[in-house]
């Protein structure tokens, strides 16, 4: 039976009775007529639309993040905390009504036009909420912390000087938590008859599901195919969320290996990459906002199997392996052999990702002491923007020679790939001119990239060939500046 869409809204029980694949933005503008939250791109791309989300992470803790409702259906609201623009002005401030950014904004002339500022005021509301509830908490922000949390929305009149300026005035002062209700567990099955969006809890849930209803839409954070939704109207009837799937949902280490589960988020993901690979968390920042960080999973990223998505060269640099399931059986397959062709993968029907293994130790570069992993993004903007060339690189060294290397990249063919020539070029020798040289003749021998409106083939072939160099200089211990094109 079909049950409305309950979650909290600004602190109140809510009932929804729409379709469960109605964007979320367009229930609060057009339905609940709260009309702070804006419609900049439908992309998920400028931030105008910025509400904040609370909804369980792997680890039974949760907290606000500030999400994308252009992008976010409202069957994914199930069971959630929502706190819009609105909710935020009714909080008290002293005397004054509004959160603390909102009156810091105000008063430090930080916006201009004001169609962006409910976003902004979201996303630095849900940063504050955050650090307010650390127990480390000390009430000042690095800046670091808040160019990350804005890094998500545009602000085309005002300049991000005097935002930033009111984020740091309102990080000084006592703020109240952020507005919530409790609704309980999610539903199974939420939304209208026409449109329906089905909440499985286990695995073999989930696989029954998809057994039973073939042609429905399998959905795990929504960042990449919710644009159907939001841009071309697409409507679907039925969906299945892998949100709630238990067996999804965890995160393990040990001495070997990293396993994220395939409903993990990157923002869940991203402390314990930052921990091991550092470069690889940088990565991740670029590539997605906090509004997409909170929503897309690594193993969404994966599955869409673009030839551009950031995650899959840095993954196969590091030797990740899958864990496919179905309900007949289960399988590893290493991630080098995942994909097959332009958007198209291994999985066969009936079959999702588990899993992702990323290993730690115990593979031919982790048993050497010296090991470096390095990650480059070309883009013509630094945050949020798509690839047009991504290098991964994975060495292992004895004394000053390289012992073990793995290499990738996206944006050169039709699927990401590993370079086995340009890694081979390089192993048992150092990484020196000559070496560099032949690593570099390697990378333009493998690939025939193509032009597009983020470059030419000929600069997608120069510029992979160049993060050679690039390495080289980065392991010398050299500052490598970090550029858009």
């Known amino acids: 039976m079909t049950e409305p869409i309950r979650f909290s809204l600004n602190g109140c029980a809510v009932e929804a009775r729409c379709r469960a694949d109605m964007t979320v933005l367009e229930w609060l503008r057009l339905e609940a007529l709260l009309r702070g939250t804006k419609e900049g791109c439908a992309e998920g791309d ?39 623009v609105e909710g935020l002005a009714a909080m008290r401030t002293g005397a004054q009504s509004g959160h603390p950014v909102q009156l810091a904004m105000e008063e430090n002339g930080s916006s201009q036009c004001g169609f962006c500022t409910p976003g902004i005021v979201s996303a630095l509301a849900g940063l504050l909420d955050r650090q307010s509830g650390s127990e480390d908490a ?73 057994r039973q209803h073939t042609d429905a839409t399998l959905l795990a954070g929504g960042t990449d195919i919710s644009l159907d939704v939001a841009h071309a109207r697409a409507r679907w009837e039925r969906v299945i969320s892998t949100r709630n799937v238990t067996e999804l949902r965890n995160i393990s280490e040990n001495a070997d290996v990293l396993t994220l589960g395939a409903a993990v988020t990157w923002q869940e993901a991203l402390p314990f990459v930052a921990e091991h690979w550092p470069s690889f968390a940088t990565l991740i920042r670029r590539f997605g906002s906090t509004q997409i960080r909170s929503m897309g999973t690594v193993a969404g990223n994966l599955a869409t199997s673009s030839p551009i998505g950031d995650g899959a060269p840095a993954l196969l640099a590091l030797g990740a392996s899958l864990r496919l399931a179905s309900s007949q059986d289960e399988r590893t397959l290493p991630l080098d052999d995942f994909f097959l062709d332009y958007r198209k993968n291994a999985l066969r029907p009936g079959e999702i990702i588990k899993a992702i293994h990323i290993p730690l130790t115990g593979s031919e570069l982790d048993e050497r002491r010296h090991a470096a992993f390095r990650v480059y993004k070309l883009s013509k903007r630094y945050d949020q923007d798509i690839s047009t060339v991504c290098g991964a690189f994975s060495l292992a060294f004895e004394g000053d020679r390289v012992a073990g290397a793995r290499i ?31 690593a570099k003749a390697a990378i333009a021998g493998t690939f025939k990239p193509m032009s597009d409106m983020r470059g030419s083939a000929a600069y997608r072939a120069m510029a992979a060939a160049n993060l050679v160099d690039r390495l080289a200089h980065d392991l010398s211990g050299e500052t490598v500046e970090v550029m858009a094109l």
């Open 408 to 438: 990738a990249f996206g944006g050169m063919a039709a699927t990401p790939m590993r370079c086995t020539a340009a890694a081979d070029a390089l192993l048992g020798k150092p990484l020196d001119g000559a070496t560099i040289s032949a």
């Open 46 to 84: 400028c931030g105008a639309c910025s509400v904040l989300l609370k909804r369980p992470d792997p680890r039974g803790r949760s907290a606000f993040q500030a999400a994308n409702s252009c992008i976010m259906l409202m069957g994914q609201l199930d069971g959630a905390s929502l706190v819009t």
């Open 138 to 210: 000390d009430h000042t922000l690095a800046e670091d912390d808040i160019h990350d949390a804005l890094a998500g929305n545009l602000c085309r009149c005002t300049g991000y000087r005097p935002i930033v300026e009111a984020a740091c005035a309102a990080a000084s002062q006592q703020i109240a938590p952020l507005p919530d209700h409790p609704v309980g567990s999610p539903n199974a099955v939420t939304g209208e008859d026409s449109s329906q969006m089905l909440h499985p809890a286990t695995l073999d849930e989930l696989l029954a599901l998809l």
